[in-house]
């Protein structure tokens, strides 16, 4: 239920993605991230589609040195050759799902906006930047980076 008292209708719709990383679940991805039944169906796989092709684009490289060891398929891939292959489809389907969110955060004032159905903690600007931060980390997590880097000038 959402804090404006809608019942949360639950879409089982998959989002197909390059069969190389996993594909996205809109069910999953409401579930997950406790999204306010105010967001239509339509806003939800606009924003999870731009989400799954911008961690894609930061993560182009990681793909082709997999794809070079022979991986087709991070799900299903040997575990001789990518062990952790469960953690890494996981890991993706956060940086989607959190940059979805992310992204979802920021248009629900446009969504609703009634003094009653108002809840800050939908609007906060930090809670967005909370989590493109999530969606960050686990996009480095992914290109076997850890959450901070430096270089020497």
């Not at 404006?4 to 996993?22: C, H, L, Y």
């Not at 997950?32 to 182009?60: C, H, K, S, W």
């Not at 979802?104 to 800050?120: G, H, I, Y």
Request: glycine fraction near 6%.
């Amino acid at each position: 239920m959402s804090f404006s008292g809608k019942p949360t209708t639950f879409v089982e719709q998959a989002i197909e993605n390059d069969g190389f990383w996993p594909n996205l679940s809109v069910a999953e991805f409401q579930k997950g991230y406790r999204l306010p039944a105010e967001f239509l169906v339509d806003m939800l796989v606009a924003d999870l589609t731009t989400a799954m092709i911008e961690v894609n684009q930061d993560l182009a490289k990681r793909k082709s040195q997999w794809q070079g060891a022979g991986i087709t398929s991070v799900e299903s891939a040997d575990p001789m050759v990518l062990p952790e292959r469960t953690f890494h489809a996981a890991t993706y389907k956060r940086a989607a799902y959190c940059r979805a969110k992310a992204s979802l955060l920021s248009q629900f004032a446009s969504v609703v906006r009634r003094e009653s159905a108002e809840n800050l903690g939908k609007e906060e600007p930090e809670r967005k930047e909370t989590f493109l931060e999530f969606s960050q980390q686990a996009v480095r997590s992914l290109q076997g980076r850890g959450r901070i880097t430096a270089v020497l000038l």
